[in-house]
């Protein structure tokens, strides 16, 4: 009985150059381009982030709504770092954009610190850059993912 498994196994031949170029021209395209709409979304996030971080800082809220403030922030960096993730047909992450991908939520505890704690300056100057810092991380990992 293995004689005649040998002997199917040694019946089936590789497949030829034009089914493996077949194969190949059917595989994904890993450099799909973000859509118009990702785009849009991605720059409306980044805008609400920046907008919602300087406004929460400047208004002096209670520690228990700076909290849910800095939680929504760092939900919105886990989101669009889901979505890259798991979409179909991206390609994997160069080191760059893995840096990116981590700090932004990181980062988050510079405007985090002001929004928990109330601590660091209270200038409006002071917290347009603590939210700039994730923003920018932010969008920099964003356009990197973009690009193709």
């Known amino acids: 009985m293995t004689t005649m498994q040998h002997d199917t196994d040694a019946d089936t031949s590789p ?5 493996q ?15 118009a709409a990702e785009r849009a979304a ?14 929460a800082m400047e208004s002096g809220l209670t520690r228990t709504t700076g909290i849910c ?3 929504v922030g760092v939900a919105v960096f886990i989101a669009w770092n889901n979505h890259h993730a798991g979409a179909a047909r991206r390609r ?24 928990v704690f109330g601590d660091g300056p209270d200038t409006l100057t002071a917290h347009l850059v603590a939210a700039a810092v994730p923003t920018l ?3 920099v990992y964003l356009v990197l993912r973009w690009r193709r």
Do not use: C, K, Q, W
């Not at 497949?15 to 089914?19: G, K, R």
């Not at 720059?43 to 609400?48: D, Q």
């Open 137 to 139: 991380v932010g969008a």
């Open 15 to 19: 497949p030829s150059p034009a089914d």
């Open 92 to 115: 994997p992450h160069t080191r760059l954009e893995s840096a990116a991908r981590f700090g932004g939520p990181a980062l988050m505890g510079i405007p985090g610190i002001n929004l």
């Open 69 to 71: 403030v800095f939680a």
């Open 42 to 55: 991605g720059l409306a996030t980044l805008g609400g982030l920046y907008a919602g971080l300087v406004t």
């Open 21 to 35: 170029l077949a194969t190949i021209a059917a595989a994904p395209d890993l450099t799909r381009p973000a859509s």
